[in-house]
């Protein structure tokens, strides 16, 4: 069986979509294009349903009342009618767009409608009984009358109204009933109307359509018309049913005209009363659809007419459709709700007309016309013929010339056949034959690009994309996307591909092009299709589209809708983001968006929610409902912050284990203080363990402002000690408070924390000692300690004592006064005395303490209560353990006094006690004993004191004798000492001679002297020495007597020397000559051979060296020399040094070989130096030595020496003497000496110093040090010796350290070329570094600015950039700077350099550097710049920084510097931002250019501007345009006052009566009326009280028409009131009827239905079978009229006349 060559599918099921079956008829439901299907749904709950045959799984459902709805056939917009409330007949038209959510126009018709119709995306056709209008959506326009109905069509239903495609001609259809020969079969009549001829035709038709054909030839195509008619033949009752196709006029410059044709249309016997009810024509195909109320599709051929296929494609009547032009097929509905789509099988077109139908001429015109497969059978032998010949050029235009050979197939042939010699490859041939024909196909263009593209040619697309030589299609937009998107995007819009184009620039997220463009081809993106495609594939793009589709005005989609899309799919996170992208803005009218974001946070993931909460950017959202889901959630902080009831606040804040304590504690903050203790006092009952902690912080956190006394009140009523000690524990080093101190240490001492007890004891001093010690008494607790530092801190120590005593306690006595404070144990023991405790215990204690325990104080507690006894033993102990103390001594002292125990020897022998303590104790008792404690113990004025008292004056004369201190000589001595007399007696007779020591005798002398006696100390001292006594032969006092003479009579030194001979001479001699008795010493150490002493005085103070030099040779002996030596040698000179070498040779000394040295450098005595040295190398091997021979004999010019001496080993240190020589200019020997060192950097320094150069280099070479090269480098370039210089510099530029060294020397020396000559030598090595292509540079820059930029170039990533700049700074080269700022990325600098110097700047280069700017204000600079050096590029410039700067303050800038006109187009670019200072700006510009369109323009589109200045700017403006823009302003400000007031002093009486209606101000429009009355207004009297009509009272209006004689003025408005009022009364009246009589006219309704079904079940024959469309009949045959007429026509229901239902 032959494949049929039209496949029949069901594309939607609208019963499956939730549609009542009972809606699915002809009045219900319309489909006015392939894009939309709308349903009416009517009952208890009207609605409107609207199916997107795109995506049909989610149809809108808006509650609509209307009697017919009509989607648009491209956007989102329906059209309405209703009969309106008066019911006089007339229809009310509205068109609303869906997307924005408002209403675009409205009307209402002065009759009714009884079909209406969208003609095109912006015309609706409206047909009345009489007329047809056509209705313009753009502007305000109202329905334009085009014709009137002609007679034919009276009494007709109207189905169908359809208009040519250039809209000149139109076609109007009903059906009415039948002949009375055949009644069943309808009529049908049609009105075919010319626009251009204003003439109607009246046919007989059922269905008719407009299209257009192409005639061979003609440059235009041709407009036709189809039509078919079934009528009866008047003769014999046949039925003839036909279809005509004409030619509807020919169009200009045509020659061919198009052949009208008519073909019989066949019924089938039992169709004979079936019907056409719509036909279509498909461009794409060339073909004619015409469709029957049975379900029979006829298809036939646009040209001839010839029937291409007939078959019967639904079982169910159908009683709409609509062409399909993105398939070429037809859509249709029937009334079992199947949508149904019928598309050409291409495959299987062609094959079945030639073969099943057998017209060949008819299969090669459809494969020609619509490049169709299948009529290669036909052409196919010639082409083969051709192309197996080798004749490809007759090939390709025979295939050229038939489209059914343009396939694939035939291209594929061509691509694979072989070039021949000498011609082109076929398939170009093949190509440039379709080329000459005209426009290549679809599939030609898709395969020429690709073979264009592959020999990367695609400039000849392009040019044949400029002359329409492309067929454009998605296929070949895809082709190209690859190699170029924009040219793609092109391709997809003008293949009309909007899907693609869509798709093309969601993928760039150019949205805003995107709008754009939709609305330019008036399309509507499925953005729900695209969204759900985006969440499975892309989720953050379908973020991005919703949010961009949010911002939309209106928005295209239901954002909560969208919203609730991402939640479906378990989007949360994703939906989360887009609902806060749209709650940005906190609207309120958003509360419930707001509450919904936050529910499935709150649900799904609660952190999310916390986040959101914690932003505080919503405020509008239902707090309690958020408050109970935060609680169930478990973010209980967060519901504490959105209760509002005490209860549910201490509900929550017990819930501590999900709170964060922070969070807590900052809620308390926002309590009142009642509240706060209201939830503490909660936290605390609810579970005081855990909750603890938590407590303690809020309270201490919240201190001021809860009360420490409440607080603690608080803790204290639930038995806290815990709490109460952590909360005070906190506030306790900050306050001052007793009772808060107290508290503390009360709590913790019953919370058993005894260790802060006891810290709080021991270091706070804010607690009442008292009351604490009275309390820690009472609490008796087991640790004494913090009692114990209350009493010690607070000196109450005989309580503390007295409380552990009778507490028994006594171990925390002992630690008391063992480790807490020894120093109160004395008032321990004599507490414990008095208490009477044992004394046994207090030994103990006294024992345990020991050497810490202050002795004092005990002594004198015990002695006090005459139990000095007791401490013998503990004394003792101290003593046997090796005390020291003074204290323990003292009393041991007066205890052995006090009992006679040998007191004496204890005096003696103790070293330990205080001698003034004891000695006065024993003043009293034995003034013996006193005087030997004080003498033992040095007290001097005791002693004294005691010895005069007691007149002892000979104890007094020893002491004074032996103590031997001169201060107490002075005061035993002084005039004021009556006992003087007496002491000096017991000095010379008793003390002095029994004295043994001369140092006492001496100090006794002493203080003779101090004291201004001697003649008494002279006979003293005689007597004791010269004459014969015990100390005659006494060195000491030999030595005492010459000293004191020496000091006292020096005169008699001499004799005293002379005479005696047991004095010490070297000590005595030293102190002569320290008395500059030079002689008297001389005297004394030639007594006593002292040579050497002797030589001293000869030398050093008689400074005599001729005497020196013959004591020398008198002794003769080495010492005596070795000082003369040095003597001469400090007395300098040639010749002393040269007699000084001579001394010290025959001293043979060679420790003074360091001054030797010296002196001989200094007097340049090398040549005598040299035997001193060479005697001194014999005992001495030293590389000093060695050193200093070499030394010498270079200095005397020795060099046969000195090289002798160097071939043999020694030790010299030759480098310090070559050094020494090289520095002091010794130049040979140091060669001599560097040489046999090898110091080939030495050497080189020398043999520069020679002027040896090129054996300096060579020896730098060896040396290969930066400080040779360098060294020997200087030196060459000083003598001009560039050549070896250049050879040192290569090796010295290497090193950077010395890169700038080396510069500097050339350039001080004027030497720049040979300079530039060695760094372009360098940067040309392995090891250059950045520094001397840096130097290079600088030198380029200084010296030769033409190589510096080419440099700069070549090598700045080798340079140090920031270096360059500032070199570049100092010689002005301002376009390298900006160059090498540019290089270094600090573009701001760049851009101040050309701004700042012209011949750096450059139009384009500053675009770029500002485009990378960082500081803006650098961007504000630039304007400034070109404002006054290139304001002609300004608005260039402002383009590339205009999502840079702010454009506020460009704004400001340009209005100080009275710039703003030269900025106007940047202005109006940025103006959509909707910026203040922005649209300020350019409104204020047009005021200046009075350009008041483009003012209002402004003002309506942006406002955020300083609307009421520019309104007071406006108000007194001089043109009355502007002064209508000022009142307009305050009307949109609400100031209509204001706007009222200005349009009354303009005489604009409509403006101001329309703002006082606006205003909704009662008050306003009365006080506008009485202006009126007032001026004698009385027009405006009665238009501005129908203009005011809602906001005045009848009665004011009555009132004031009387009382000022304006009665008949009022009548209309009176007349309106009236009238208003009895329609009410009229409502409410009909209403009452219309209860009566609703259940009767039920009833009456499903009477004529059922009547109706049973009428039309008889007169409709059985159906032909269909192919199975999923479901069966379930209304029985053909199912009668009633499902086209609505269930028993369109009578009373629609207001129309009752007539009888065919359709």
């Known amino acids: 069986m032959a494949t049929p060559p039209v496949n029949v599918s069901e594309a939607i099921q609208l019963t499956s979509l939730g549609i009542n079956p009972s809606m699915i008829s002809f009045t219900n439901v319309t489909m006015e294009s392939e894009k939309f299907i709308c349903v009416r749904e009517t009952g208890t709950a009207n609605a409107v349903v ?39 007949g007339k229809d009310h038209l509205q068109i609303f767009n869906i997307e924005q959510k408002a209403k675009m126009k409205s009307h209402q018709m002065d009759e009714p409608v009884v079909f209406w119709k969208w003609l095109d995306a912006t015309m609706l056709g409206v047909v009345t009984n009489t007329s047809v209008y056509h209705w313009s959506m753009s502007g305000d326009s109202t329905p334009e009358k085009v014709f009137d109905r002609t007679a034919n069509l009276a009494g007709s239903q109207i189905i169908s109204y359809k208009a040519s495609q250039d809209m000149q001609w139109f076609a109007l259809i009903g059906i009415a009933p039948g002949d009375a020969s055949r009644p069943a079969l ?22 008719a359509t407009f299209g257009t054909f192409h005639v061979p030839g003609n440059a235009k195509e041709s407009q036709i018309v189809a039509f078919a008619q079934k009528t009866v033949n008047p003769g014999d009752g046949s039925v003839q ?21 008519q073909t019989e249309l066949f019924f089938p016997p039992e169709f004979a009363d079936d019907f056409p009810v719509s036909m279509q024509i498909s461009k794409k195909y060339g073909l004619i659809y015409a469709v029957t109320k049975a379900g029979l599709l006829f298809v036939n051929d646009i040209e001839t007419g010839a029937a291409v296929y007939r078959n019967k494609i639904s079982n169910d009547p159908v009683f709409i459709a609509c062409i399909s032009e993105k398939t070429g097929g037809i859509y249709c509905v029937n009334r079992r709700g199947q949508v149904i789509l019928a598309t050409i099988n291409e495959s299987a077109v062609v094959p079945f007309v030639s073969q099943q139908l057998n017209n060949m001429e008819l299969a090669l015109s459809i494969a020609g016309r619509a490049s169709l497969p299948g009529a290669e059978a036909l052409i196919t032998p010639r082409f083969d013929a051709l192309f197996n010949s080798g004749d490809f050029k007759g090939a390709a235009e025979l295939a050229a010339k038939y489209g059914s050979l343009r396939t694939m197939n035939t291209i594929q042939k061509f691509q694979q056949a072989p070039q021949q010699p000498g011609s082109s490859p076929p398939a170009l041939q093949y190509f440039g034959a379709c080329l000459q024909m005209g426009k290549l196909n679809k599939i030609e263009s898709v395969e020429l690009t690709k073979l264009v593209l592959r020999q990367n040619k695609k400039q000849l697309i392009d040019q044949w994309f400029a002359e329409d030589k492309l067929e454009a299609s998605e296929e070949l937009g895809d082709v190209i996307s690859p190699v170029d998107s924009d040219m793609a995007l092109k391709l997809y819009s003008k293949a009309q591909s909007n899907p693609k184009v869509c798709a093309e620039l969601a993928k760039r997220g150019d949205f805003e092009t995107l709008t754009a463009y939709c609305e330019r081809v008036n399309y509507t993106p499925n953005y729900m299709h695209m969204l759900q495609s985006l969440m499975m594939s892309d989720p953050p793009s379908a973020v991005s589209l919703a949010q961009r589709c949010s911002k939309m005005t209106p928005p295209p989609l239901d954002m909560q809708g969208v919203a609730d899309l991402f939640l479906q799919r378990n989007m949360i996170r994703e939906a989360t983001s887009l609902l806060l992208d749209i709650l940005k803005d906190d609207n309120e009218e958003q509360a419930a968006l707001q509450t919904k974001v936050l529910e499935i946070n709150l649900v799904t993931y609660p952190n999310v929610a916390d986040a959101i909460l914690a932003q505080g950017k919503l405020s509008h959202y239902d707090r309690p409902r958020i408050a109970q889901l935060c609680e169930k959630a478990g973010l209980y902080g967060r519901a504490l912050q959105h209760y509002t009831e005490l209860s549910d606040l201490k509900r929550c804040v017990s819930a501590t284990h999900a709170i964060e304590p922070n969070a807590l504690v900052e809620f308390f903050g926002t309590l009142s203080k009642e509240w706060a203790l209201e939830c503490l006092k909660e936290l605390l009952n609810a579970n005081l363990k855990q909750n603890l902690q938590v407590a303690v912080t809020i309270a201490k956190e919240y201190t001021e402002q809860l009360g420490v006394q409440e607080i603690m009140s608080l803790f204290q009523e639930r038995d806290s000690n815990e709490g109460l000690f952590f909360y005070l524990g906190a506030l306790l080093p900050t306050s001052e408070n007793k009772e808060v101190h107290f508290r503390y240490i009360e709590a913790a001492s019953k919370v058993q924390q005894i260790k802060e007890v006891e810290r709080v004891t021991r270091e706070s001093n804010f607690y009442d000692p008292e009351r604490v010690k009275l309390f820690l008494m009472e609490a008796k607790l087991p640790d004494a300690r913090p009692l114990i530092n209350v009493c010690d801190r607070f000196e109450f120590i005989s309580d503390l004592t007295t409380f552990l005593y009778n507490s028994n306690m006594l171990r925390y006595i002992e630690g008391y006064v063992q480790k807490v404070n020894p120093k109160n144990a004395p008032k321990v023991v004599g507490t414990l005395i008095d208490l009477e405790c044992s004394e046994e215990f207090i030994k103990n204690l006294i024992l345990s303490v020991r050497s810490l325990l202050p002795v004092g104080p005990l002594v004198e507690e015990v002695e006090k209560r005459n139990r000095l006894k007791m401490l013998s033993e503990f004394l003792e102990h101290l003593v046997n353990e090796g005390s020291q103390d003074s204290e323990v001594h003292n009393a041991l002292g007066k205890m052995l006094v006090d009992s006679n125990n040998n007191p004496e020897h204890f005096l003696m022998t103790n070293k330990f006690y205080q001698h003034a303590v004891v000695g006065k104790y024993c003043e009293r008792r034995d003034p013996n004993l006193a005087c030997v404690a004080y003498r033992l113990g040095n007290c001097d004025d005791e002693l004294v004191k005691c010895t005069n008292v007691n007149s002892m004056f000979k104890v007094q004369a020893r002491y004074v004798v032996s103590r031997m201190e001169p201060e107490l000589w002075e005061k035993v001595l002084t005039d004021e000492n009556q006992y003087r007399r007496q002491l000096i007696d017991q000095v010379v007779s008793t003390a002095l001679p029994e004295s043994k020591n001369p140092e006492e005798v001496s100090v006794t002398v002493k203080a003779f002297m101090t004291a201004e006696m001697p003649e008494e100390l002279i006979e003293l001292l005689e007597k004791i020495v010269l004459q014969t006594s015990a100390f005659s032969n006494n060195p000491n006092l030999q030595n005492l007597l010459i000293l004191t003479a020496i000091k006292a009579d020096k005169t008699r030194v001499m004799e005293y020397v002379n005479r005696l001979d047991d004095f010490n001479g070297p000590e005595v001699g030293e102190i002569a000559a320290g008395n500059e008795l030079y002689e008297e010493a001389l005297a004394i150490y030639k007594k006593f051979n002292l040579h050497v002493d002797a030589m001293n005085i000869l030398i050093e103070s008689i400074e005599d060296i001729e005497r020196a030099m013959e004591y020398a040779e008198r002794v003769d002996t080495p010492e005596v020399w070795c000082q003369l030596g040095k003597a001469q040698l400090l007395q300098g000179g040639k010749e002393g040094v040269k007699a000084a070498i001579i001394s010290l040779i025959k001293a043979k000394d060679i420790t003074t070989f360091d001054d030797v040295v010296e002196a001989a450098r200094k007097f340049d005595e090398y040549e005598a130096m040299v035997p001193y040295l060479l005697m001194v190398r014999k005992s001495l091997k030293d590389p000093k030595v060695d050193t200093e021979i070499v030394y010498a004999y270079a200095r005397t010019d020795e060099l046969s020496a000195l090289e002798d001496f160097l071939s043999k080993p020694n030790a010299a240190n030759l480098q310090t003497v070559g050094d020494r020589c090289f520095e002091e200019n010794l130049l040979e020997a140091a060669k001599v000496l ?19 150069f090129q054996a300096a280099v060579e020896a730098a070479r060896k040396a290969n040090t930066p400080k040779t090269w360098k060294e020997v480098c200087f030196a060459c370039v000083e003598e001009e010796e560039f050549r070896l210089a250049q050879l040192c510099g290569l090796n010295i530029i290497l090193q950077a350290d010395e890169l700038e060294a080396l510069s500097d020397f050339y350039q001080q020396r004027g030497n720049f070329e040979e300079l530039i000559q060695l760094m372009e030598a360098g940067i040309g090595l392995d090891r250059a570094h950045m520094g001397i292509f840096t130097e290079l540079g600088i030198l380029y820059a200084y010296h030769k600015r033409d190589k510096l930029h080419e440099h700069l170039k070549l090598f700045s990533q080798r340079i140090n950039i920031p270096k360059l700049i500032r070199v570049c700074e100092d010689v002005h080269a301002w376009d390298e700077l900006r160059f090498l700022f540019v290089q270094y990325d600090e573009y701001d600098n760049a851009a101040e350099v050309m701004m700042k110097h012209p011949d750096a700047w450059e139009h384009i280069r500053f675009k770029d550097v500002c485009a990378k700017l960082s500081n803006v204000d650098v961007y504000y600079k630039a304007i400034k710049f070109y404002l006054s050096d290139h304001p002609k590029e300004l608005n260039d410039l402002l383009v590339v920084l205009q999502s840079r700067v702010d454009h506020a303050r460009v704004v400001a800038l340009m209005r100080k510097l009275e710039a703003l006109a030269l900025v106007k187009p940047y202005l109006v670019a940025v103006q959509p931002a909707n910026l203040a200072a922005v649209n300020d700006a350019i409104n204020e510009l047009a005021i200046e250019e009075e350009d008041f369109e483009t003012l209002r323009t402004s003002i309506d589109t942006y406002d955020n501007c300083d609307q009421i200045s520019l309104a007071v700017s406006c108000e007194k403006h001089e043109l009355i345009e502007f002064r209508r823009i000022a009142s307009h302003i305050y009307q949109r400000n609400k100031r209509w006052r204001q706007s009222v007031a200005l349009s009354k002093r303009d005489n604009l009486f409509k403006d101001a009566m329309e703002c006082a209606a606006k205003s909704g101000e009662r008050d306003i429009a009365e006080e506008l009326l009485e202006f009126f009355i007032e001026e004698g207004k009385k027009e405006c009297f009665a238009a501005c009280i129908c203009t005011c009509y809602d906001l005045l009272k009848p009665d004011y209006v009555l009132e004031k028409a009387w009382m000022n004689g304006l009665s008949e003025y009022v009548m209309p408005y009176m007349i309106q009131v009236v009238r208003e009022y009895s329609t009410k009364v009229d409502e409410l009246v009909q209403d009452k009827i219309d209860k009566q009589n609703e259940s009767k006219q039920e009833e009456l309704n499903k009477e004529k239905e059922q009547m109706q079904q049973n009428l039309y079940a008889q007169l409709m024959p059985a159906a032909l079978p269909a192919p199975p469309m999923g479901g069966g009949d379930q209304y029985g045959g053909m199912g009668g009229a009633d499902q086209y007429g609505g269930g028993g026509g369109m009578g009373d229901q629609n207001g129309y006349a009752p007539q009888p239902q065919y359709y």
């Open 241 to 261: 049913a036909k279809m005509h196709i004409i030619e509807l006029g020919m169009q200009p410059g045509n020659t061919n005209a198009f052949q009208k044709c």
């Open 50 to 88: 609207i199916v997107d045959v795109a995506s049909p799984s989610q149809p809108l459902k808006r509650p609509i009342t209307a009697d017919s709805a009509l989607m648009n056939p491209e956007k989102r917009i329906i059209a309405l009618k209703a009969t309106t409330a008066e019911g006089d």
């Open 1234 to 1252: 560097y040489t046999s060192l090898s110091n080939w950097g030495a050497l080189a320094s020398t043999l520069v110093r020679l002027r040896q």
């Open 186 to 207: 309808v009529k049908g009549n049609m009105q075919l109307y010319s626009a251009a001829q204003q003439r109607s035709q009246a046919l007989e038709a059922h269905g």
